[in-house]
Nanobody, 114 residues
């Protein structure tokens, strides 16, 4: 099982980024997927989740209306579109699948700063 995140970087407040997580080594379309983040000095927190078929999504209150999780099961990829970014969104963002106890990606850094 491998999860590889990409798309992080430095962005100004109010800007946008799209994160991607490419999955391999398991039947991607059968599993829910999640994005977590861990900011400086903070515990890792759940940001968004999406059902295996993409039919249901959930978001942390702090990102509702600004972030959108989606997936392309043909490409084995899950996305996180992040708009109206704030400095408090600065964190390492991780992709996660609950397959057999859970697998994590290596993370991608997002820095929101002017």
């Amino acid at each position: 099982v491998q999860l590889v995140e990409s798309g992080g970087g430095l962005v100004q407040p109010g800007g946008s980024l799209r994160l991607s997580c490419a999955a391999s080594g398991f039947t991607f379309s059968r599993y829910d997927m999640r994005w977590y983040r861990q900011g400086p000095g903070n515990e890792r927190e759940l940001v968004a989740s999406i059902h295996s078929a993409g039919s249901a999504t959930n978001y942390a209150d702090s990102v509702k209306g600004r972030f959108t999780i989606s997936r392309d099961n043909a490409k084995n990829t899950v996305y996180l579109q992040m708009n109206s970014l704030k400095p408090e969104d600065t964190a390492v963002y991780y992709c996660f699948t609950p397959l057999v106890g859970g697998y994590w990606g290596q993370g991608t850094q997002v820095i929101v700063s002017s």
